[in-house]
């Protein structure tokens, strides 16, 4: 039997497991940019070529993706908490952003570290939650910058999300 675990403890302990900040990308059918930001994609399997990643079921992106069966992931680098912030929410997410569209069709945005492109492979809800899987059709690297992270409620890039810990782990 297992203790009742409520939202706010799940939510501060998980908060110590370093997450990457990915952009979702696609468009609607006007051709559109939609996007959102999501700290879940993760490699699937290597045969076939799968990724995946989490978001709320309530999501208007979500549904996007479903109806255009397709999304680029994104991986932002270490200095676009700027546009994380603004792709996480509100109906101007791609204000001001320059991106070009991938093979698929899909935004990819400028100064990132790198992106995939996927068609939907399947949606699993769970919970409050969808895992959506992606076929991985093209994918590059586009910098060698370091990944933007979320670690304890806040952002960071790599180099110094790892030279905090480490300090703290020291005592300095």
Not at 2 to 13: M, S
Not at 45 to 59: A, H, M, N, Q, R
């Amino acid at each position: 039997m297992t203790d009742a675990v409520d939202g706010r403890t799940f939510r501060d302990v998980l908060g110590h497991f370093p997450t990457s900040v990915v952009a979702i990308t696609t468009t609607d059918a006007g051709r559109e940019p939609r996007g959102m930001i999501v700290g879940t994609f993760m490699s699937v399997s290597l045969e076939p070529p799968l990724v995946s990643f989490l978001v709320d079921g309530s999501s208007h992106t979500l549904r996007t993706v479903r109806t255009a069966g397709r999304f680029c992931a994104n991986a932002l680098a270490g200095n676009q908490e700027r546009l994380s912030r603004q792709m996480a929410g509100g109906p101007h997410r791609f204000e001001g952003a320059v991106w070009q569209e991938s093979p698929l069709g899909n935004p990819v945005l400028n100064g990132i570290v790198a992106w995939v492109d996927c068609t939907v492979e399947k949606t699993v809800e769970l919970g409050d939650h969808h895992l959506v899987v992606g076929r991985v059709r093209t994918l590059r690297v586009e910098s060698m910058k370091t990944p933007l992270l979320f670690f304890r409620g806040g952002y960071g890039d790599y180099l110094a999300s790892a030279t905090l810990l480490l300090d703290r782990l020291v005592g300095w």
